[in-house]
């Protein structure tokens, strides 16, 4: 787990001069501290001037690594037990490891995460089993984990939805004072491009400005919202909504985990200290489709995902550590054993879950239950007592 601070001096050996990365033709300006051929920048400004950077160590840049090689893999596996029928559905976060693992590891142990349904990378970092998600789209139970043991909510299938959630849980945490100190509570809230045009992103936006709530917005623009490419919905760069309604924006390489890790940091620690909210977008692309049920070939062009290929973030993150010499073959070849014995360790696991019985579904309506539930699976129960011994 990456544990340095941004904001710190990094080893002047691993950097290059600090730049405000200039944007070549056809890309946008964006905080960038690893370039995709794997070169270090020592620091990057944002757009208000803040000035961003990492200190890690040797062994936390390549536990970063392994954080992105490891989630790639279970990711994988998941799309193929999806793709054999063994699960309902799956939303691939491919292309995205740098931008969840970057944020995730920034999280301190008391902030909390509200997700959509694909920040399985964020999960991961949570220190929540990866299996958690797959029983629910598996169809076998809600998703399992303890949103408060964990402080990272339930997966959230309605766009745009746990922006509110997150809103009102930051508006919490601000009322009853837990801000204003370094180890005070700060709240991320993840969602993508097309979320922002969802009507609840935009009030979650109104809330969390005029309340000061110490939330961090991360709009994982991944260039698609299903099949509507971002130029509709968007004529200006996302980060800069934010200035319409009163908090602060950056955008962010999102393929570079070292410049997601930093920025989101630094928004976090703002939030903590009552800075208000912050929007981060962080720039990336979604390698597959927007769930398994998709087929991406039918709006976008093969030139553009090699083009995006070439900005892959374990590939520039893989070279960094070899120019560097901060790694050599026998880690890797470690870090691709310890996720090919992961994923199959995950699938084993899948393949074994049980099937809940149908009346299961009444467990958990309501904390302590209720006269008319328990009529209601008294009622269910009688039901599905009639088909035994019978042919149906």
Known sequence: MAKGDPGVTTRGRRAAPRSKRPATAGEPELVQLLTPEGERIESAIGPDGTEYRVDFTDEEYRGLYRDLVLVRKLDAEATALQRQGELGLW???????????????????QDMAFPTYREHGVLYCRGIDPIMPLGLFRGVD??????????????????????????GYAMGVHMDGKTGTEDGEAVIAYFGDGATSQGDVNEAFVWASVFNAPLVFFCQNNQYAISEPLERQTRVPLYQRAGGFGFPGVRVDGNDVLASY????????????????????????????????????RYRIASEVEAWRAKDPIARMKAFLEKQQLADADFFAAVDEQARAESVHLRERVLAMPNPEPVTMFDHVYPNGSPELDEQRAQFSKYMESFEGSAH
């Open 91 to 109: 939303a691939s976060l491919l292309g995205q490891e740098a931008a969840q693992v970057g944020s995730g590891r920034a999280l301190r142990t």
């Open 142 to 167: 809600q998703g399992g984990w303890d949103p408060n043991e964990f402080k990272f909510n339930m997966y959230t299938i309605v766009i745009g939805a746990q922006t509110l959630h997150a809103t």
């Open 262 to 297: 930093a920025v989101t940091r630094h928004a976090l620690d703002n939030a903590r200290l009552g800075q208000g909210p912050s929007l981060i977008e962080a720039y990336t692309y979604r390698m597959g489709a927007h769930t398994t049920s998709d087929d991406p070939t």
